[in-house]
């Protein structure tokens, strides 16, 4: 099967506060990427990182940073000293290598940052 | 930003009406996407088309139907439109051998 699991459905952080956001995917393929996205109030989808399945190095961007793990399925996204404007809904999406590029979307998890 | 629209950006259509929505991309990607956005589902895949006239079902393809017949353009249509389609529905674009998905700002479609 292929999935994506975002258990948390919402998360309720005071600003300031750090807070990690969870993904946990489920391939048999062995090339993959893994995607965040981020949705604002005001509706658009936001691409905020792409990871591929032979690179396993976190990464960091600012305030954000996401850790991968193979041997765990994770693809966890941290954002540290949470502002208001982190306020959105984050999804995480998984696709393969082979042409057509589909995603497998998350249910996505509402970040709610609270001044 | 990635030039994709999708019109209209609001529709209330009637039970039984035909609907049909566009995507429109300035970026000559070759693939295009349609999903829709529902509480508690996440985004699941409607439709996609891999070049012109190619085009092939996603997971919740039941009730819609499109067509490519240009690079640019991307139609999904609602032959008969009923309430479990009203939704929040989003065009995409992604290019070989770059497969991040760029999205458009979606439109919101209410069927009464």
């Known amino acids: 099967a292929q999935k994506v699991t975002q258990a948390q459905t919402e998360i309720s952080v005071v600003e300031k506060e750090d807070v990690t956001l969870d993904c946990v995917y489920e391939t048999r393929d062995t090339t993959y990427y893994l995607f965040w996205y981020k949705q604002p109030p005001s509706g658009e989808l936001v691409f905020l990182i792409r990871r591929n399945s032979f690179d396993e190095q976190n990464e960091i961007s600012g305030r954000y940073s996401w850790n991968f793990q193979k041997s765990t399925s994770s693809f966890n996204f941290t954002i540290t000293a949470s502002q208001v404007v982190d306020s959105a809904v984050y999804f995480c999406a998984l696709t393969f290598t082979s042409g057509t590029y589909k995603y497998i979307f998350g249910t996505g998890t509402r970040l709610k940052v609270l001044a | 930003d990635a030039g994709i629209t999708q019109s209209p950006r609001h529709k209330v259509t009637e039970t039984g009406t035909p609907v049909t929505l566009r995507c429109h991309q300035t970026?000559?990607?070759?693939?295009m996407y349609w999903y829709r956005q529902d509480p508690g589902h996440g985004l699941r895949l409607i439709h996609y088309?891999?070049?012109?006239?190619?085009?092939d079902k996603g997971e919740v393809s039941d009730g819609y139907s499109v067509s490519r017949s240009k690079t640019e353009d991307f139609l999904l249509t609602l032959e008969s439109a009923t309430s479990s389609q009203t939704s929040v529905y989003f065009c995409?674009?992604?290019?070989?051998?770059?497969?991040?998905?760029?999205f458009g700002p979606g439109t919101r479609l209410t069927v009464t």
């Open positions: 088309s891999y070049g012109v006239k190619d085009t």
């Open positions: 970026e000559n990607h070759r693939y």
């Open positions: 995409a674009i992604s290019e070989i051998g770059r497969n991040e998905q760029y």
